[in-house]
């Protein structure tokens, strides 16, 4: 495979600057590594010091050497840095590792060496890995370039690696490749990726790819600098079905304040995190033991599983604790039909269970048989997608033979887990049944494996409509030159919304009372009256909307009123006059839409029940754009107040479908109106009764500041 | 110690009636383990079959044994066993344990059996464990008495055990011994409980609050069979500051119904459940790994731990990790004064942390003398109460001299993670360090113990208060006769409730519309009018209820309609008249408070937002009576809408003192009215802006059936 990164991941030859032949200096370490494991490519030590170190001829400068290698690292000092790249690119050399720290993390001074570092590269085209970075190693090659204590203290690798590890830190590459390693997963690539400079986190992700030595990737990440690459990435590897497990740091204030002041890492939304990377099936790590678990699961990824469980044990404690588990992980246990139920409770007692769990009872045991039948028909049944068995040591010797035998004939994921210390282990693990020994790192492990199984057809839809770019929209191309204007005013942002499929409750804008009053007869009182002025973002704080107007006097002393607060509260406004509408009543909720270009993963959606509480229970579900009709049905139904728009206590059920018709229009309008449009909200979205429909009462677009600069009252 | 239990848990001699030679067999298995483990008593076999078994000398019935042994252990059918017990009771034994299953687990004909083997108990005074249980075992004297294959495949204990481990499943008791010895804690009792017939599963708890061999107890339940025993037994744990750590199964509607199915037993409320839990300082098990950790954790219960913790490590991205482990897990890491940073900023280098996560960075473990200026900076402050240090193997190995001699120093919590492998892990166990290697599992076991160590105080105050019974109220003992009444109306209820010092909004009662119209005049329009009716629960749902009535024509209007609407909807009910109160605006929130009586634990307090939103989000907080002011205000900022009582978004702050004030006057009102009394609630309560009061606008008292069935209509 060609690839620009292959001198730093695979290298033929390389360049240790500023060796050392003390193997607890960094300038030494890796080089006891290449001679430890014995690495088949040309080492080449640089230190004028030295005639020889670690058995390897070493040279006084790069200049000196007989080849030019595929990699040059530098464990030298943060200032000396640029300048050796320079040598190293005049030798022929085309890619660094550099260790040091000092650069971007480390104040202003060090934000400016890391300038030049990029400068240089951009100049160069050189390949760059850090500064401030560890190192990596390819455990398949032996090309050890990091100075890490934990490749000998860990168990010899002789397989060829499935896994690959990539963290922004090297603390935790170290600490996730040790307990990897424990478990007897082969690793292929340990990548600390530093402060990124040039080579970013991403670009990793990307070779990880098309990498036919790595079936899933482990990941440490405090800030993701590149969104779109990211995105990308994710797609390519979920297009290869090899999981992508990431940590993200900073989940809490504290957290990410630790980061922040650690790597100048600006820790994302979290909340936009999490739905990104649901949306591009990431998933996500939250300990190391269970990314470790989920490197263990990716060696079965091939497997049909999904989030509907059975559960299969011999204790209805366990199965109760066990069902207790995968639900509160987000899995479902769903109870098997009564068809299914008579099949099984064929051969289970009746203080057993069959519904699901299914508690075979200790006896069955002892009926080889009858446990062969439950499997086959568990796995059978498309009423589960994956079978988990629970029994500890020689009772679940006892169940082997027919586990295997079901586990060859269904592509179903089935998994075992024994408490005990059961024989059947590696024979499980060998014939395509994942195997775990506690209760609570099978749950951690599986629960996300099995959403990301369930997952694979949502993530290739998402993928097509982004490759599609969306729907072409009607009217569309029309209305583009108007998102130029510096601002727009209620009545104008309806009008550049509405051809895209935004449904609002119809109003009629007004140059001064007399024509509110004409306006407000066609439409019928009640009425509201609101101000209609471009300036003006939060109309209510300054007494700019008026609700139940029952009559033409009322509205022409609202409208006097109105002026009068307006001038006095946002002297600076430029008032455009009124709109008049109608007095929305009758709906069965409220609802907030918005679109907002996040700075890491550009235009998301966010929809969430309108009103204070929503707020304060932080009640919202988030995508990244674009999104069509059924997205946002699923939207709607992650929402904890989704009951209030299906009947909740006898309420009418919502017009969920003109619902989904008017938020998804928003992202076909972001689409169409391009990048310069920062925010569109619709607030509140007014949904009535199934077949009624939903508009939006109130809406805004807000467009990049350098848009709008230079027309600032 | 003198207890009733002593025969059962520490048996001097055992007869096992159904021995078997066969230690695959359940009449079989504990003889092994008698023999193997060298129990130094008397056993005692019984089989006609045999003349001896496992080197024991076996007796053909119980009348031939040589003396009445302390335990009975039967091994015999379900249908053998009452009458079996028979003959032990005339033979002078007073123990026994019940391995046979068929009881009340397995449909009508066993409820039977448990009903003849409990009038047993309580006639003859026996003491007897199970049915349909596991057996126990005493480490300590070696008394095995269950049919566990466990015993024999855990590392040998050599010394005193510390743990005791009562669960209501024989497998998950297995299951959790496992865990803890894999540990190296030693234990003193494994108890399984079964279905608990006749000794319950709290007066095992009793028993280990009084024995000097448990330090802490592990327990699973599917059901508590005795609430205000188990209330005492925990409180009695509490005072000696044994944790009692409880795996509670059926958290979810699946994992109920196993365990319905499986031990006849109903999982009790859960959020009461969880409330209870927190308010006896039961620490909730999720997970067996967990509770063995919390189990070693329980070796340090005497240090002064608590839930602000200080994280010290080498490195930024760990600390971010750890931080928001320890926050999401419920513990705070508080940020450091100014002061104290300084202090530890002498030492750290600028790219290190100082603010805590406390980041002391790779540099600073070369110079120990600093380490240990750290170490005792955070031991001295009182700004945190738990000092975890994280640094994998020779790391944590440099700083274990200064952490041992501050830990000597200060009684405070200190705490080592170590993902590598520290030589000085043992030592610093020793020297009152416990030590984890793993981040999540030091998390899931250290914050639950942190919150422990935290809620000393506040156990102890409600110890008191629920001994003292509750203050006295005047005028209260004059109307407890008033709730002999069979039912009361709204008026009634609110004079019953009124004298324990809840808050009303001032209302009138009216016999007819004429009279309603007089109160209307003396309150001062508008007013609310509601039907007054004992038999009426839900006034607004029959047309009971009508406010903003603003003059004497809309109030006789409503008067009418009123009637009528009633009339047609609930014939039945007896109708008193009406109640006329001022139309109430100006709340800034309104809450709802009610005492239930929960199946398990008794008299229960619930605390919540009024309205239809906070029953979806699912946000209340509960307590067991009594409670106090203060109780009632922690409940209050428990809630996740309490921003909203508190100036969110600029709205006025609540009045929450005489909001306090009104709800904890429902305890007093409970005590005093007594257990027949099973629901008070006022809904709403109208809290209005600080200094201006909260009042409830309507009340709900409901009395036992058993009262009011000979009273109704």
Redesign the interface.
């Known amino acids: 495979m060609s690839h620009r990164l292959n001198p730093l991941l695979q290298p033929r030859s390389i360049a240790m600057i500023g060796a050392s032949n003390n193997s607890g200096r960094i300038g030494g370490m890796p080089l006891d590594l290449l001679r430890h494991f014995r690495y088949a490519g040309d080492v080449y030590p640089i230190n004028p010091k030295y005639e020889e170190v670690f058995g390897y001829r070493c040279y006084p400068d790069v200049e000196a050497l007989p080849q030019a290698p595929d990699l040059a690292v530098l464990a030298i000092a943060a200032e000396d840095v640029t300048s050796m790249l320079e040598r190293c690119h005049a030798r022929g050399i085309r890619a660094a590792i550099v260790y040091a720290?000092g650069f971007a993390?480390?104040?202003s001074a060090g934000v400016e060496l890391q300038a030049r570092l990029e400068q240089f590269a951009q100049r160069t085209g050189m390949v760059i890995a850090g500064p401030n970075c560890m190192g990596f190693a390819n455990i398949n090659t032996h090309a050890y370039t990091a100075f890490a204590?934990v490749f000998k203290?860990v168990p010899v690798q002789t397989q060829c690696g499935r896994a690959s590890i990539i963290t922004?830190?090297g603390?935790?590459c170290?600490?996730v490749f040790?307990?990897i390693r424990k478990l007897g997963i082969p690793v292929s690539h340990f990548i600390n990726t530093g402060n990124e400079a040039v080579v970013e986190f991403s670009e990793y992700l990307e070779y990880m790819a098309q990498d036919d030595a790595t079936e899933c990737v482990i990941g440490?990440v405090?800030q993701l600098r590149n969104g779109p690459r990211f995105i990308h990435a994710a797609l390519a590897l979920a297009a290869q079905k090899k999981p992508l497990i990431i940590?993200k740091?900073?989940?809490?204030d504290?957290?990410?304040?630790?980061?922040r002041?650690?790597?100048s890492a600006l820790a994302g939304d979290l909340a936009l995190y999490k739905a990104g990377f649901a949306q591009l099936n990431v998933i996500r790590g939250?300990?190391?033991?269970?990314m470790a678990d989920l490197a263990y699961l990716s060696g079965y990824r091939h497997r049909a599983g999904g989030s509907r469980v059975a559960i299969v044990t011999?204790?209805?404690?366990?199965?109760?604790?066990l069902?207790?588990k995968m639900?509160?992980a987000g899995l479902q246990?769903p109870t098997l039909s009564d068809d299914l139920q008579r099949t099984l409770r064929d051969g289970i007692p009746?203080?057993g269970?069959v519904?699901?769990?299914v508690?075979v009872t200790g006896n069955v045991v002892n009926s080889p048989e009858f446990v062969r039948t439950i499997f086959q028909a568990l796995g059978e049944t498309d009423q589960v997608d994956t079978v988990i068995v629970y029994a500890?040591?020689?009772l679940l010797d006892r169940m082997a033979e027919p586990l295997v035998e079901m586990a060859g004939r269904y592509s179903k994921l089935f998994v075992a887990i024994d408490?005990?210390?059961a024989q059947c282990r590696e024979r499980l693990s060998g014939a395509g049944i994942p195997v775990f020994d506690?209760?609570?790192?099978a749950t951690q492990a599986l629960a996300p494996f099995c959403q990301w199984m369930a997952r694979h057809e949502q993530v290739a839809h998402w993928a097509r409509l982004r490759a599609g770019g969306g729907s072409p929209v009607p009217g569309a191309a029309a209305t583009t030159a108007a998102c130029v204007a510096p601002r727009l005013n209620e009545h104008q942002t309806k009008q550049l919304l509405a051809p895209y499929g935004v449904t609002f409750l119809p109003g009629m804008s007004a140059g001064n009372a007399a024509e509110a009053v004409a306006a407000a007869a066609q439409i019928g009182y009640p009425v509201v009256l609101k101000i209609l002025s471009a300036d003006i973002l939060h109309k209510t704080e300054v007494g700019g909307v008026r609700l139940h107007l029952a009559d033409e006097a009322q509205l022409r002393q609202a409208c006097d009123a109105m002026l009068e607060s307006v001038a006095r509260q946002a002297p600076q406004a430029r008032i455009d006059g009124f709109l008049v509408q109608p007095m929305a009543t009758g709906g069965v909720a409220e609802l907030i839409a918005g679109v907002t270009h996040d700075p890491v993963f550009g235009p998301a959606l966010t929809v969430g029940l309108g009103g204070?509480?929503t707020e304060?229970?932080q009640?919202a579900s988030h995508r990244l754009l674009p999104v069509d009709e059924g997205m946002v049905r699923d939207m709607l139904h992650e929402l904890?107040?989704w009951?209030?728009l299906d009947g909740?206590?006898g309420r009418p059920i919502a017009d969920v479908d003109a619902c989904c018709q008017t938020i998804a229009a928003l992202s076909d309008a972001q689409q169409a109106l391009g990048p310069h449009v920062t925010d569109i909200e619709i607030n509140p979205i007014q949904v009535r009764a199934q077949g009624h429909g939903a508009w939006g009462l109130d809406a805004l677009v807000l467009f990049t500041p350098q848009e709008t600069q230079g027309d600032k009252p």
Chains 1, 2 share one sequence.
Do not use: C, W
């Open positions: 720290a993390e480390a104040g204590a203290n922004q830190s603390n935790v170290s600490a040790a307990l440490y405090e940590y740091a900073g989940e809490t504290k957290g990410s304040e630790a980061v002041s650690h790597t939250n300990d190391f033991a269970q011999m204790s209805g404690a366990l199965g109760a604790i069902a207790d639900i509160g246990v009746d203080y269970m519904s699901n769990p508690d500890p040591g020689y408490t005990g210390a506690d209760i609570g790192r204070v509480l304060i229970y009640d904890t107040a009951p209030l909740f206590r």
